[in-house]
């Protein structure tokens, strides 16, 4: 009798322990960058792949991320629905019975929930596949009555220490949450300078005048983000085109009030971008970028990416953001809707390339000493790895993610 296929083991660092690969199965609302979990779980999902890891996504809505997800092996399974009403209980149960179906199917170690909204989806997947939920707090509790709502998830992942008290005061146990700190791969995120910052204006097509400053915003562009408060710092430095100018990228249309903000500033004094896959060019392009945000923020994504780039960053102190704009960088903190506090921030350190030229390496060495992406996966594979689902030997056999790429996905409106 020959003994059961050993699984395969993930590839490590050096001095990384090998640990047994997992098939983790996992749920999308949308395959495209609405915002910061988005991006977050398909890093994510690339890095554990890389580690010999199989992922199986099911999704709600598709989008461009589809090609992405396909390139690293991954199967795509929906369009499926997740949300869940009191109201049309029967009706949603009914919705969920397909993915429900599909999920038992794919045999998955765990289901890694990137969306706490969907936990009656997933708790009933838990409970009809037969597979533990860790669950990655991105965002506050949704129900009044979280603790018991929660009650059966196996582990939560919190990206900051303000999301982690945020869910222990909504109920949950606090050892039952990981804090593991949101992280960008650091390589795809490379300092710029000055010949950096000169080809992406010119490529981004701003037509600024050459030794203008630039001060980026970038991401969902409404007043709930700060964006009208922006604009009135701002229109109070009255800075002349040829020495500022801000540039605002985001989805458009803009809100109706972010427009009329904007309608009050002189002519040339801004720019608005649509939305971008990479946002690298927009940042190489900036001297300065800033998060208004007056919501309480999970993390702040977007500091890192702008200090991964050797930028210094200017955010509201709300949420998590000051677990990022800590020691030397707190001063760069602000009061949320504090129009006139912000626009003296901005004007202290628009000129940091001659006043302060060490500060963009600062900012940069800052982000890989103290949110490190390597040690971020790290972190959430153990969690992943220790709450599995205990499996017979004889039941164990896993080929890693790339011997079915590009044999997978299926197309938009096929359930699979």
Excluded at 27 to 34: G, I
Aim: proline share 7%; charged share 25%.
């Amino acid at each position: 009798m020959t003994a059961p296929p050993r699984r395969p083991s993930v590839p490590s660092r050096p001095g990384r322990v090998r640990a047994p690969a997992l098939t983790v199965l996992t749920t999308a609302e949308r395959l495209r960058p609405v915002g910061g979990i988005e991006l977050c779980m398909l890093q994510d999902t690339r890095s554990l792949v890389a580690r010999g890891h199989r992922v199986e996504v099911l999704f709600h809505d598709d989008g461009v991320h589809r090609d992405e997800y396909e390139r690293l092996g991954v199967d795509l399974h929906g369009p499926y629905p997740f949300d869940f009403s009191t109201g049309r209980a029967v009706t949603d149960l009914r919705r969920f019975v397909p993915s429900l179906v599909r999920s038992r199917r794919l045999r998955a170690d765990v289901l890694w929930l990137n969306r706490p909204e969907q936990i009656v989806w997933a708790q009933l997947a838990s409970r009809w596949a037969g597979i533990p939920v860790v669950c990655h707090l991105h965002h506050a509790p949704n129900y009044e009555r979280t603790r018991l709502v929660m009650t059966g998830v196996a582990h939560f992942v919190a990206v900051s220490e303000y999301m982690k008290a945020l869910w222990v005061e909504a109920g949950v146990d606090a050892d039952r949450i990981t804090v593991v700190h949101n992280a960008v791969p650091f390589d795809e995120y490379p300092a710029g300078g000055a010949a950096e910052l000169e080809r992406a204006r010119r490529d981004l097509g701003l037509g600024i005048a050459p030794g203008a400053r630039v001060v980026l915003s970038y991401g969902r562009l409404s007043a709930e983000k700060g964006v009208v408060t922006l604009i009135e710092a701002w229109r109070s430095l009255a800075l002349p085109p040829e020495r500022g100018v801000l540039v605002l990228a985001g989805p458009t249309p803009v809100d109706p009030e972010v427009a009329a903000a904007l309608a009050t500033l002189p002519e040339g004094s801004h720019r608005l971008l649509d939305a971008r896959r990479d946002v690298v060019p927009l940042l190489h392009a900036a001297d300065l970028v800033v998060m208004a945000s007056q919501l309480p923020e999970a993390f702040g994504r977007v500091l890192i990416e702008g200090m991964s780039t050797a930028r210094p960053v200017v955010g509201t102190a709300v949420g998590g953001v000051p677990e990022v704009l800590s020691g030397e960088f707190a001063r760069l903190l602000v009061r949320p809707g504090h129009a006139g506090e912000l626009a003296e921030r901005i004007g202290s350190v628009l000129d940091w390339r001659t006043d302060d030229p060490g500060l963009g390496e600062r900012c940069r060495r800052s982000v890989e000493q103290r949110f490190p992406y390597d040690e971020h996966v790290d972190a959430l594979e153990a969690v992943l790895l220790a709450h599995r689902r205990r499996r017979s030997r004889s039941r164990a056999g896993r080929r890693p993610q790339g011997a079915r790429a590009g044999q997978g996905g299926r197309r938009a409106g096929q359930p699979s």
